[in-house]
């Protein structure tokens, strides 16, 4: 099984940035991609998602115009870069791959159970 490894976290102060990296060491992922964010209390919600073959790119309202995911096939790695941010973009970040043969949906895209690999997550906090 894929383990994927997300790094890229910190403190910000808002209005700053962060970017985000997500690897799989020695392993190939040609599915979607996603980043999901989860605050203390609150459900794990989705941020970004990007296809495997043609890069097409999926946002969560909240982050569209901030955030930009990306990936480059060759080395393995899914990006989330982030813009602009908000003490309310303040959680544990995790990237996500969906399983290669299954078919997925714009609205499949945002749910959690559509993915079955998952990192440890790397905390993300904005200041005010």
């Known amino acids: 099984q894929v383990h994927l490894v997300e790094s890229g976290g910190g403190l910000v102060q808002a209005g700053g940035s962060l970017r985000l990296s997500c690897a799989a060491p020695?392993?190939?992922?040609?599915?979607?991609m996603g980043w999901f964010r989860q605050a203390p209390g609150k459900e794990r919600e989705f941020v970004a998602a990007?296809?495997?073959?043609?890069?097409?790119?999926y946002y969560a309202d909240s982050v569209k115009g901030r955030f930009t995911i990306s990936r480059d096939n060759a080395k393995n790695t899914v990006y989330l870069q982030m813009n602009s941010l908000k003490p309310e973009d303040t959680a544990v970040y995790y990237c996500?791959?969906?399983?290669?043969?299954?078919?997925?949906?714009?609205?499949?895209?945002?749910?959690?159970?559509?993915?079955?690999?998952w990192g440890q997550g790397t905390q993300v906090t904005v200041s005010s």
């Open positions: 020695g392993r190939t992922f040609s599915s979607y």
């Open positions: 990007i296809s495997g073959s043609d890069s097409n790119t």
């Open positions: 996500a791959a969906v399983p290669t043969t299954l078919l997925v949906t714009t609205t499949t895209l945002r749910q959690p159970k559509t993915y079955d690999t």
